[in-house]
């Protein structure tokens, strides 16, 4: 069985601040780990992933997670928080592959709020 | 390149009508989902097609939900009867291989 656990479910920051976002994991296999955002009225959209490569992933809009197995966690970090950044996200793992496909499981999510 | 097409995106029923949500999936991509995501929660997956197979619907509530992907394209999931419980936005993903890509979900509101 797989799962995750967001730490949070509002995280708020001043423009310009680092952003942390934590996110654990359990998975009775290697995993695989996701980063999605979902802005107001938006799908989700895929921010980064790890695929057993490099421990640190870079993503899309500045954003990077490192991978730790001995924590089972996957945190998102941003060094510098812009009000675009504002937004819910949300940390999956997958433990399997089908027809070629990860089928992640979602945490519950944590909404950014970026003040000016 | 188009993404995942949803229709309608919002919709008011009350409780024991029906509802059906329509998705196009991106071009070419073979695996289909459906995900539901209520108020506060993470997407929660109701059931994957491989073409027009269904691969995983162990999350589905059959007694009232169903879904069926005709000619391994375009889907369909309906809920009949609705309950209030039933409210949430339902989302649709395709693939090809590895990345899910989704569509901007169909809102639904059970009175």
């Known amino acids: 069985a797989q799962s995750v656990t967001q730490l949070g479910s509002h995280v708020s920051v001043s423009e310009g601040a680092l952003v942390l976002l934590r996110c654990n994991y359990s998975?009775?296999?290697?995993?695989?780990l996701f980063w999605y955002v979902q802005y107001p009225n938006q799908g989700l959209q895929l921010l980064l992933k790890?695929?057993?490569?490099?421990?640190l992933v870079k993503g899309i809009n500045g954003f990077e997670a490192e991978f730790k197995k001995s924590e089972t966690s996957f945190h998102l970090t941003k060094p510098s928080a812009h009000m675009s950044d504002a937004a819910e996200y949300f940390c999956?793992?997958?433990?399997?592959?089908?027809?070629?496909?990860?089928?992640?499981?979602f945490g519950r999510g944590t909404s950014l709020i970026v003040h000016p | 390149e188009a993404g995942v097409a949803q229709s309608p995106r919002y919709k008011i029923i009350e409780k024991r009508q029906s509802v059906a949500f329509w998705c196009n999936p991106i071009?070419?991509?073979?695996?289909l989902y459906w995900y539901q995501q209520i108020l506060g929660q993470g997407p929660k997956l109701l059931i994957q097609?491989?073409?027009?197979?269904?691969?995983?619907d162990s999350q589905l509530p059959k007694d009232r939900f169903s879904a069926e992907r005709l000619k391994g394209v375009d889907s369909t999931l309906k809920i009949q009867p609705a309950k209030l419980e039933d409210s949430a936005v339902y989302l649709c993903?395709?693939?090809?291989?590895?990345?899910?890509?989704f569509g901007e979900g169909s809102r639904l509101t059970v009175l």
């Open positions: 790890y695929t057993s490569a490099a421990t």
């Open positions: 097609f491989q073409n027009n197979g269904v691969v995983d």
């Open positions: 999956a793992v997958s433990d399997s592959i089908s027809g070629g496909s990860y089928i992640p499981t």
């Open positions: 071009s070419g991509h073979a695996t």
């Open positions: 993903a395709s693939s090809l291989t590895g990345e899910l890509f």
């Open positions: 998975s009775s296999v290697p995993p695989y």
